[in-house]
């Protein structure tokens, strides 16, 4: 008789079934035993923890009794022991890497096992996303397998991710229970330690010189703990990174700051980000720099590196972090980073600043990674992803994330941080941070298929017309290819871009007009169409009435009231403009 796996049967938890989904992220390899877990509703199965589980353990045990509640209606019981002739056992195993799992079939005991911190609890959203079919796309938004007999065939494996940070920086993917079953670790993401934690900076995340020495208590009577500038005068607003005395006082505040948040794994000693001539002209500064090639990281290495080697004596597992960025960007001549020091580089002025349609193996940046990775295995890569100037702006750039991720990776990348809309909603984040979140876990996943995945999933009923909306966007984008190469403004592209036309909006805003045709009564799907209309509404705003056509007036209205529901107050990054951007456009309209 063939035993059909829960995975078959699958429904949305909110919307319609779509029947076209297909669980993308099913693991290759044979499948072990078939396992029924829960029969008609009840139980056969038991959770067996250790006698004295650890936090990471009791979630995995919770969360995995929580979600087959979810499916089936049917408590898993905690077994008394691990005898249970049909047990799922749940341990850590801590010799294993940190984040490592494991999945096996013992018998007829399903064994889930990983390295200490969140190795168990991936192991079982491993299970629960990949071999059950189960999704957690928003905070939100979940699609879970309904049935009353749950079967499961577990491809057994053992799989460690490739970056220890993964975290794709938009403000949705910051919460905690999103980041803990999409298997990310942003250091915003407040994943609780009894939970497994997150990546640690324990509060000094890049641009931190201002904070390990203050100027307001420092730069009255030292100031030659600060830059000298090129006109000869000091300044606070770098440090000097050859002072000693500069570099007692970061390495003490770096120490103190790790003794007061012991589960800190790494912290930042790195530049200001206050732009223009931002090095040190002084005698020392001046000579190591010009002796390691011009490139001012050299001073900065000066002063990582004394810090980190104090530190590798008291908390021989923390990482340094420094920034490869504008002057600091270029591998010194011989100055090389200790072994607990980190470059964290930027895909800036060399890269995505410029050319954010163009993947980063064809731009100085590729040369630039690779030079650093030829010196220091701890690679950590601050990429680029939105259009700061117009977080809403439309963007088909997801097939230049996906490339730019496995290039990193293929490059000794330890972990990669992907900027995208921080302070609030940005144009398809949802999608986005979802794609990269599985990106980061596993590059070999395609990129297509992983956006089909989401937009089936999350749209329901209404996932053709989102099709057909990114199908648009990736023509238009190869329509106007010799735009996209190099945009006017780079990144910041202006909302009168050549590939943002009249025809282009009038069609997009006729896709997500039947959209919500097609969610029907679902209020659910109705509010995720309008948010991913959000991006046409704007361009069609920031154009003005004369590109938008009669109703112009109306048009305003309607985007405040959706804006203002998603919390869309940040439309560039600074702070918060949604009202004097609304009152700009009401200026404009006048009576139209």
């Known amino acids: 008789m063939r035993i059909a796996t829960v995975a078959v049967i699958i429904l949305c938890s909110i919307g319609s079934a779509n029947a076209e989904w297909r669980n993308v992220l099913e693991p290759k390899g ?13 139980p056969v199965y038991g959770i067996v923890l250790p006698e004295k589980p650890t936090g990471p353990e009791r979630k995995a045990a919770d969360d995995l009794r929580h979600w087959v509640k979810e499916m089936t209606g049917a408590d898993l019981p905690l077994a008394a022991s691990p005898s249970h002739d049909k047990s799922i056992r749940i341990t850590t195993d801590p010799a294993a890497p940190d984040e490592q799992y494991t999945i096996a079939v013992d018998g007829e005991s399903l064994v889930l096992t990983g390295g200490p911190g969140r190795g168990v609890i991936n192991a079982v959203y491993a299970l629960l996303e990949e ?6 796309y928003t905070k939100a938004s979940s699609r879970l397998p309904k049935a009353t007999t749950l079967t499961v065939a577990p491809v057994p494996r053992t799989y460690a991710p490739k970056l220890k940070l993964r975290d794709p920086y938009y403000k949705v993917s910051f919460d905690a229970d999103w980041s803990l079953r999409n298997r990310t670790n942003a250091p915003d993401a407040p994943v609780p330690e009894e939970h497994g934690g997150r990546f640690d900076y324990g509060g000094l995340f890049v641009h931190t010189h201002a904070t390990l020495l203050p100027a307001d208590k420092y730069a009255h009577d030292h100031p030659d703990y600060f830059f000298l500038n090129a006109d000869g005068k000091r300044s606070a607003a770098q440090l000097c990174p050859t002072n000693p005395e500069t570099i007692r006082i970061v390495t003490e505040n770096v120490l103190a700051t790790l003794r007061k948040s012991p589960k800190t794994e790494i912290v930042s000693v790195s530049k200001n980000d206050n732009g223009g001539d931002q090095i040190c002209h002084c005698p020392t500064c001046k000579q190591l ?10 001073n900065q290495l000066y002063l990582v590196n004394r810090v980190a080697e104090s530190v590798e004596k008291k908390f021989p597992k923390v990482v340094i972090d420094t920034l490869a960025y504008l002057e600091t960007i270029n591998v010194p001549t011989t100055i090389r980073p200790r072994k607990n020091v980190a470059i964290r580089v930027c895909n800036d002025a060399v890269g995505a600043w410029s050319r954010p349609f163009t993947p980063a193996k064809r731009l100085p940046v590729a040369g630039i990674v690779k030079a650093w990775s030829a010196v220091c295995d701890r690679i950590y890569v601050w990429d ?5 100037s117009h977080y809403l702006a439309p963007m088909p750039n997801v097939g230049v994330i996906a490339s730019n991720i496995r290039f990193w990776i293929d490059n000794k990348a330890e972990g990669v941080m992907t900027q ?43 996932a053709p017309a989102v099709l057909e909306y990114d199908a648009l966007l990736r023509k238009q984008a190869e329509s106007h290819a010799a735009v996209m190469s190099a945009p006017p403004g ?4 202006p909302m009168d871009i050549a590939f943002l036309t009249k025809d282009f909006c009038d069609r997009a805003a006729a896709i997500f007009a039947r959209g919500r045709e097609l969610a029907g009564g679902d209020e659910a799907l109705v509010r995720r169409i309008e948010r991913a209309e959000l991006p046409i509404l704007y361009v069609q705003l920031s154009r003005g009435p004369e590109f938008t056509g009669p109703g112009y007036a109306g048009l305003i209205d309607r985007f405040e009231r959706l804006a203002r529901r998603e919390e869309a107050l940040y439309l560039m990054e600074a702070p918060a403009n949604l009202d004097a951007t609304l009152a700009a456009w009401r200026a404009t309209a006048g009576g139209k």
């Open 30 to 42: 044979t499948k072990g035993s078939a396992l029924t877990l829960v029969r008609d509703g009840k």
């Open 131 to 136: 071999d059950m079919g189960c999704r957690w």
């Open 289 to 298: 720099r010009a002796a390691e090639g011009g490139t001012d990281m050299a």
């Open 384 to 388: 680029y992803n939105v259009n700061f």
């Open 420 to 462: 995208g809309g921080y302070q609030g909603p940005a144009e398809r984040d949802e999608l986005k941070s979802w794609v990269i979140a599985k990106l980061m876990w596993d590059p070999s996943l395609d990129e297509n298929e992983l956006k089909r995945d989401f937009i089936l999933g999350h749209y329901g009923a209404a």
């Open 490 to 493: 780079g990144i910041r592209y």
